[in-house]
């Protein structure tokens, strides 16, 4: 074979590699299904494998939290087995399997079934203390901020991290920028719009702000949920009290009736609403 | 004694000659010194996410040490035939498996001790270097968890024909018995019958090598561990180190050395 045949078709295979790459890009979107649309790194690494790395890290900022006195899934499965499903996760009256941890040892381990499970415990965490003081609450941030940088999709990671960044750490501006970063990754969350909303008034004193965020939350709501259900009435009953509160603190009374009107047909004890109803109706000729 | 010691010592030797070491040494310490140097929420106080990495890079990185280094120590001799000057010696098998075992155990050791080292230097770093007495605890514990991965790995180097695989199958049995072997006795109460029971003799056979890692304690800053279960803890790992040594040796007295 001489050098001019080789290079000839060196170049008939790069032609037609370049020419069958061409051809194939456009369909290989259909065969990589949601991984073609990917818009990180790890969502083409991962797929949807990256949400149970989410939730990993999500669950291991509750592990801090309880300073590491966190049940195991075998420990969730027992008392599953022994309690009864749905009971592993209020073995306590608590909503989480780490408040569940609280008080002594034994309520979600038990007593040691063998002197090996009596040994491991000196070699555990035996002892059931929260984060708390001197800003130690920040140890389970870098979670959080894993959790959603795993799953941008999920609100949960940017309400808790925004809470603690907010109400124990002081850090407003940190909360808003991780909020609006949810927001840019949900911008139909009502959740979010809601917390942004809590923000520019209980931290900011904004009223407008706070007046327009709220506004958007309960849009967003109606567009989400479309109508009131048993289910879904607690969000928007939410929304609409902190509404009707941040009216009646600025001294907005009619526009505070109006929303506390709406509160008490979505609330489950509408005397209550009732009575600070009326309470406002007396204020109502004064402020006029 | 002088004789497993002089072999000992020259199993030490070859680990600093070598770069496995080197190089997961400084894997770890760019990985950490990487998580560091990142901030979350412009917060610089946040320390037990970086204890959590260093920890688990220092237990990785001491695993694949221990196991790989154990798993070459005899098929090497007999690949490269100095088995058998070695043994025409005045030099007994036992006295081999013995002065292969210590050798790696000091080298692993060693190592250790410049993983915590750097583990105290970055919680310093930090400015947070945790407790001291924790700290030297569960360098000793970790050290003598290795003494029963290293005898399996010895023994394993005898009854497999690679070395490669010889590792492989240590660190899966290693992996799985971190993670599940201390919830095998849940498991059994769960599950009627014998398969119950053979969970359970499975469960008191193992060795229980999650008893020595205290990382969690370290990480959350808890009190050291008392001084009896410490003992107690010591006296498991010497046990189970003894017994694989004893069955790796007598395997080794059986096995034939074809020339």
């Not at chain 2, 394993?156 to 006795?185: E, K």
């Not at chain 2, 046990?239 to 069955?247: E, K, Q, R, S």
Request: hydrophobic letters at 50%; proline letters at 3%; glycine letters at 6%.
């Amino acid at each position: 074979m001489t050098g001019r045949t080789t290079t000839l078709g060196c170049a008939a295979l790069l032609t037609a590699a370049v020419g069958l790459a061409a051809w194939l890009e456009p369909r290989s979107e259909a065969w990589r299904g949601q991984r073609a649309r990917a818009d990180s790194l790890l969502w083409t690494l991962l797929g949807d494998g990256r949400r149970l790395f989410a939730n990993h890290f999500f669950v291991k900022a509750d592990v801090y939290l309880h300073s590491g006195y966190y049940p195991s899934i075998f420990d969730q499965a027992r008392a599953a087995y022994e309690h009864g499903v749905g009971e592993e996760l209020s073995m306590a009256g608590h909503d989480s399997p780490g408040e569940a941890a609280h008080g002594s040892e034994h309520e979600f381990r038990g007593a040691p079934r063998d002197w090996i499970d009596r040994l491991s415990r000196h070699f555990q965490v035996r002892e059931h203390t929260h984060l708390e003081g001197g800003q130690t609450e920040a140890e389970i941030l870098p979670w959080l901020r894993l959790a959603a940088e795993f799953d941008p999709h999920q609100e949960l990671f940017y309400l808790a991290a925004a809470y603690w960044l907010r109400s124990r750490l002081g850090k407003v501006d940190q909360a808003e920028a991780f909020l609006r970063r949810g927001l840019r990754a949900n911008p139909d969350s009502d959740e979010i719009l809601f917390e942004l909303g809590r923000l520019a008034w209980e931290s900011r004193r904004e009223a407008d702000r706070a007046r327009h965020l709220w506004n958007a939350a309960e849009r967003a709501w109606y567009a989400r949920n479309g109508a009131v259900h048993e289910t879904n009435r607690v969000s928007l009953s939410r929304i609409l009290a902190h509404r009707a509160q941040l009216e009646e603190q600025t001294g907005n009374l009619d526009a505070a009736i109006q929303f506390w009107t709406r509160v008490r047909e979505l609330s489950p004890r509408p005397e209550a609403i009732e009575q600070r109803l009326a309470t406002l109706r007396q204020r109502l000729p004064v402020a006029h | 004694m002088r004789t497993w010691l002089a072999l000992a010592w020259v199993v030490v030797k070859e680990l600093y000659r070598r770069k496995d070491f080197y190089v997961l040494f400084v894997l770890t310490a760019l990985i950490t010194l990487l998580s560091g140097s990142v901030t979350f929420f412009e917060d610089t106080r946040m320390v037990r996410y970086l204890r959590e990495v260093t920890l688990l890079l220092i237990w990785v990185a001491a695993l694949v040490i221990a196991v790989v280094t154990a798993a070459r120590q005899i098929p090497a001799e007999r690949e490269s035939r100095t088995i058998f000057p070695l043994l025409a010696k005045p030099v007994t098998r036992g006295q081999v498996v013995l002065g292969k075992f210590f050798g790696v155990w000091l080298a692993t050791g060693l190592a250790l001790v410049m993983f915590y080292g750097f583990y105290l230097l970055v919680g310093v770093w930090q400015a947070a270097p945790g407790s001291l007495a924790l700290g030297l605890q569960a360098l000793w514990l970790h050290w003598v968890m290795l003494a029963v991965v290293i005898a399996m790995a010895i023994l394993g180097s005898l009854l497999f024909s690679a070395p490669s695989v010889n590792s492989t199958v240590c660190l899966v049995v290693v992996g799985g018995i971190l993670l599940v072997a201390g919830h095998l006795n849940t498991l059994a109460a769960a599950q009627p019958g014998w398969a119950g029971s053979l969970l359970y003799g499975l469960y008191f056979a193992l060795p229980h090598l999650e008893l020595f890692d205290v990382r969690d304690l370290m990480i959350h800053e808890h009190a050291p561990v008392a001084v009896g279960p410490f003992l107690v803890a010591t006296l498991y790992a010497a046990v189970y180190a003894a017994l694989l040594l004893l069955v790796a040796w007598w395997v080794f007295r059986r096995k034939a050395l074809s020339t």
